[in-house]
Each structure stands twice: as C-alpha cells, then as structure tokens.
C-alpha cells in the first residue's frame, strides 16, 4: 500500500518536478483544469493545475525518501506539520482521480448540462423552474427563466438550483 503525500513545487516547476519524480520511480498526480482566456480579439484554451504550487507523490509505507524528493530539481519541499510527513487520507486522491481523466484533466460535473429543467432554491426567484442556458468554467450557472411574458437570463451558482421534478 502507497501513502501519498503533498509537494510543493518551485515556481512555474510543475513539469520539471514531475517529470524527475517519475525518473526517480515516484508516481505523482498533478490535476489539472481547463481555461480559457481571451487575448486580444481570440480565445485560448490551455490547461493550468487544480491547485496552484502543489502536485501530489506516493511513496511506499515502509520507505522514507523524504531527503530523495525534497532534492529533486523542481521540487520546493514536501509539506510537513512541523517536523513530522504526515499522509494525506486516504480517499482523498482516489477521490481526485476518479474526478479526472486519464491525463490528470479535471471532467465537468455531470449534475448539470445545456438544457437542464432546474428549480431556484433561493433567493427571489424561489420555487421557479427554469432552463439551464449555460455553464462556465468557474462554475456560474447562467439560466433562462420566463418572467412577466418574457425570458430573463440570470446567473447562478450550483448551490442554488436543483434539477426540477
């Protein structure tokens, strides 16, 4: 059984790190998402990590490399409480990885897509149905809702919607 652990990596690293842990014989999990961005008058896809600075390494129960991966070259430090490399729990990547694909790339949540009936949970427009019209990458919800003979869109956050009946 694998413990794993959390790195923190130097500066825009990420690749360099990984890849000399995996030279070294560590697996590693870097989750990353997809952004958008918008230079100039096109949009750019590219891919950044879930969580900026830090990437994930199992290291055997037994073993204790901790000299081995804080020298690796990219490598910042392993995160410690004090002077002590405690695991992280054990669902915890499991549960990351069953969220991403293969590569490490985050997939949308399957709750909600283009189309979706959804009802309001709170705010002013408690109890209304309404037609999911887009979602975004940072998880805004934009819904189109029939109010006084005509359509309004209106953002939302996934907390306050539901799936209609």
């Not at 109010?147 to 869109?153: I, N, P, R, V, Y």
Request: charged share 20%.
């Amino acid at each position: 059984m694998t413990n794993w652990h959390l790195i923190q990596f130097k500066p825009n690293a990420h690749r360099q790190a990984e890849r000399n842990l995996q030279r070294q014989g560590f697996e590693t999990f870097l989750p990353v998402e997809e952004i958008t961005k918008r230079s100039g008058s096109r949009f750019t896809s590219s891919l950044r990590p879930l969580f900026p600075g830090y990437m994930f390494v199992s290291a055997g129960q037994d073993a204790s490399p901790w000299r081995k991966i804080n020298s690796t070259i990219g490598v910042s430090r392993l995160v410690s409480f004090g002077n002590t490399h405690a695991p992280l729990a054990p669902g915890l990547v499991a549960g990351l990885m069953q969220r991403c694909d293969v590569e490490g790339k985050l997939l949308p949540a399957d709750a909600l897509c283009v189309g979706d009936s959804v009802e309001v949970l709170e705010g002013p427009f408690t109890h209304f149905v309404a037609t999911v019209e887009a979602i975004d990458a940072h998880q805004r919800v934009w819904v189109l809702m029939e109010l006084m003979g005509q359509g309004a869109k209106v953002q939302l956050s996934p907390g306050q919607i539901k799936l209609a009946d």
